[in-house]
Nanobody
Framework: VQLVESGGGLVQPGGSLRLTCVASGIASRIHHRGWYREVPGQQRELVAGLFPDGSTNYLESAKGRFTIDSDSAKNTIFLQMNSLKAEDTAVYFC????????????WGQGTQVTVSS
């Protein structure tokens, strides 16, 4: 299984970025897909999650600014981030939770997002 993120970078406050995560090698049922972020010294936190029925959940500070979606094949997820703020600066990771009787977490390598003028 491999998850590869892309789309991170440096952006000015108020700008936008679109992150992409492509998953390969997952043959079992997918239970949840999501984007997390991590800042040094802090716990990794869920930014946006996507369930198989299409329902979503967001970090409170991301609501109204970030949108998670996927392609029709469901092996790629995106995170559209608008109105970015300095506090959004972090390493962003995608995660797929998949499995049949046992759920496994699969993680990407992370992509750096820096919001700075």
């Amino acid at each position: 299984v491999q998850l590869v993120e892309s789309g991170g970078g440096l952006v000015q406050p108020g700008g936008s970025l679109r992150l992409t995560c492509v998953a390969s090698g997952i043959a079992s049922r997918i239970h949840h897909r999501g984007w997390y972020r991590e800042v040094p010294g802090q716990q990794r936190e869920l930014v946006a999650g996507l369930f198989p029925d299409g329902s979503t959940n967001y970090l409170e500070s991301a609501k109204g600014r970030f949108t998670i979606d996927s392609d029709s094949a469901k092996n790629t997820i995106f995170l559209q981030m608008n109105s970015l703020k300095a506090e959004d600066t972090a390493v962003y990771f995608c995660q797929f939770v998949a499995g049949e009787e046992i759920e496994y977490e699969y993680w990407g390598q992370g992509t750096q997002v820096t919001v700075s003028s």
